[in-house]
C-alpha cells in the first residue's frame, strides 16, 4: 500500500504545480494574443512543461529528505479508505495503459505512412539544403515524398526527415513549406510534442492538459507562421500557399494530416495571429519576462507548501493510526522477551537498512533473515515505540531493539501490533525484525 501512496502523492503534487504554471500560462496568453506575439507565447508553454518536472527535481533532491524525516507512515488503514486508494490507482493505470495503447497505434500508422516513401528530387533537396544553411542548422535533415502525405510534415528529433506529398510545387512554393519545416526544427517541436504527449498520458485525468496539449500544437504553428513572415516572405504569400494546398488536398484515410491541412477555420485563426498589433514590442517582451517569473516562482511556491503540508498531515496521521495500533494491540497482553544477539542471530542472515533518517519500515524479509536498522542514538528513560502490520497476517515474526550492550528485547509480533521499549541505557540502539518462518513476510510501519 505504501508504494500506492508514493505515487499518488507524487502524481496529485506535480498535477498541482503544473496546473498553476498551465493556468498562469493561459491568463498571460490571453493578454499577449492581443499584442500579436505568437513566439513568445509559445516559448512561455514551454515552461509548462519544466512546471512538470522542477517539481519532480525539487521532490528528489530536498522534499524526499524532509518527507522521509517525518514521524512515520499512515499505518492502517480502514477497508474503505484501502479500497479507494486502489481503485484510484487502478482507473489511472488503465487510463494510462489507454492512452498509450492509443498513441502506438497512432505511431504505427504513422510508420506505415513513413515507410512508403521515396527521396525527393536533386532540385528539391537542393533547394532545403540552401535554406538550412541560410538558417544556421547544421543537422543532416533528409527529404522524402510519399503519396500517402497529405500535407507536409517533419519528424524526428535524432534522426529528422521531412516529408512533402506529391504534387507539382513551384519553386518559390517549396521554399515557404521548407522554411516552415526547418523553422520548427530550429523550435525543437519535434521533442516538445512527444513530450507534451508524455504529460499527457500521465495526466490524462487533468482537462487542463488536454486543453493546453492541443493549443501547443496550434502555437507552435503559430509561432513558424509568424518566423517565416519575418524572414521577407509576406503574409498574403505565405498563408496563400497554405490555402491552395489545403484546396487541393481530400483527406485520406491512414495519411498523416496535421493542423497544417485542418481547414479554413484552423487557416482563419492563424490569419488572425498575424494580424495582431505589432507595436510596443518592450511592452510584450516585459509581459512575457513577468508570467515566466510568475509561473516559475508559482511553480517553487506549490511545491514546498504542498511538500511541507503533506509532511504534516502524514504526521498527524501516523499518530492517529499508531494510537489505533496500540488500542489494537492491548487487547492481549505484550510479552517482553529477552536474550543475546550471538544466541538468536545464530544461523541466520543479518541484512543491515543503512538509511539512519528514514523511521519509517516498509520490509520484505526472507526465511531465516534478520533485518536491522542503522544505529540512532537514545537516552535512559527514554522509550522506543515501535508500529506496523505483518503480511501475511497468520505469521508471527520477532520485532525489538538491539541496547548497547548487544542485549536484545523483543515481542512476538502477528498482524497489526505496537510495543514501547523503556530504556534503561544510554547509548546506540537498533530496531531488528527476525523472520524465522519457511515463508517470505513483509512488514509496513515505524519507529520512533
Not at 503559430?222 to 513572415?229: F, H, L, P, Q, V
Request: glycine share 6%.
Amino acid at each position: 500500500m505504501i508504494w500506492i501512496i508514493n505515487i499518488g502523492f507524487f502524481l496529485g503534487l506535480t498535477c498541482l504545480t503544473g496546473s498553476i504554471c498551465m493556468a498562469v500560462w493561459l491568463a498571460a496568453a490571453s493578454i499577449l494574443q492581443k499584442r500579436g506575439n505568437a513566439q513568445a507565447i509559445y516559448r512561455l508553454l514551454k515552461l509548462v512543461m519544466w512546471g512538470y518536472t522542477i517539481p519532480l527535481l525539487y521532490l528528489v533532491f530536498f522534499g524526499w529528505n524532509r518527507f522521509m524525516t517525518s514521524e512515520g507512515w499512515v499505518l492502517i488503514t480502514t477497508p474503505w479508505i484501502d479500497m479507494i486508494l486502489r481503485i484510484c490507482f487502478i482507473l489511472w493505470l488503465v487510463g494510462a495503459i489507454a492512452y498509450a495503447v492509443f498513441q502506438f497505434l497512432v505511431s504505427w500508422r504513422f510508420r506505415a505512412i513513413c515507410r512508403n516513401r521515396f527521396y525527393a528530387t536533386v532540385e528539391t533537396t537542393a533547394i532545403m539544403d540552401r535554406l538550412k544553411k541560410e538558417l544556421g542548422i547544421r543537422k543532416n535533415i533528409v527529404l522524402y515524398q510519399g503519396y500517402r502525405v497529405v500535407s507536409p510534415f517533419i519528424c524526428g528529433f535524432r534522426r529528422t526527415e521531412i516529408y512533402l506529398p506529391v504534387g507539382t510545387l513551384s519553386r518559390r512554393e517549396l521554399e515557404i513549406v521548407l522554411r516552415h519545416e526547418l523553422i520548427h526544427h530550429i523550435q525543437k517541436d519535434t521533442f516538445w510534442k512527444p513530450a507534451f504527449s508524455i504529460v499527457n498520458g500521465l495526466f490524462w485525468f487533468n482537462p487542463l492538459v488536454w486543453r493546453v496539449s492541443r493549443k501547443m500544437q496550434r502555437w507552435a504553428e503559430a509561432s513558424c507562421d509568424e518566423a517565416c513572415c519575418k524572414d521577407g516572405i509576406s503574409s498574403k504569400e505565405y498563408f496563400g500557399v497554405i490555402f491552395d494546398m489545403i484546396k487541393s488536398e481530400t483527406w485520406r484515410s491512414g495519411a498523416c494530416s496535421p493542423l497544417w491541412a485542418e481547414g479554413e477555420n484552423e487557416l482563419m485563426w492563424r490569419i488572425r495571429c498575424m494580424k495582431r498589433d505589432q507595436k510596443d514590442k518592450r511592452m510584450k517582451s516585459w509581459a512575457a519576462v513577468a508570467t515566466a517569473v510568475m509561473m516559475m516562482v508559482g511553480s517553487c511556491i506549490s511545491v514546498c507548501a504542498a511538500t511541507l503540508g503533506t509532511n504534516g498531515l502524514y504526521d498527524g496521521l501516523f499518530r492517529d493510526t499508531r494510537d489505533q495500533a496500540r488500542e489494537a494491540a492491548l487487547v492481549e497482553e505484550t510479552v517482553e522477551h529477552t536474550g543475546t544477539a550471538d544466541e538468536l542471530f545464530e544461523g541466520l542472515t543479518i541484512e543491515e537498512m543503512p538509511d539512519a533518517r528514514s523511521k519509517s519500515i516498509d520490509w520484505t524479509i526472507r526465511s531465516m533473515v534478520v533485518k536491522k536498522t542503522a544505529y540512532f542514538s537514545r537516552n535512559s528513560g527514554d522509550t522506543i515505540d515501535v508500529a506496523g502490520i505483518v503480511s501475511p497476517k497468520n505469521i508471527t515474526v520477532q520485532v525489538g531493539i538491539i541496547e548497547p550492550d548487544n542485549h536484545l528485547r523483543y515481542i512476538d509480533a502477528t498482524g497489526t501490533f505496537a510495543h514501547s521499549f523503556k530504556l534503561t541505557k544510554k547509548g546506540s540502539y537498533k530496531v531488528y525484525i527476525e523472520n524465522l518462518n519457511s515463508v517470505t513476510v513483509t512488514v509496513s510501519g515505524a519507529y520512533d
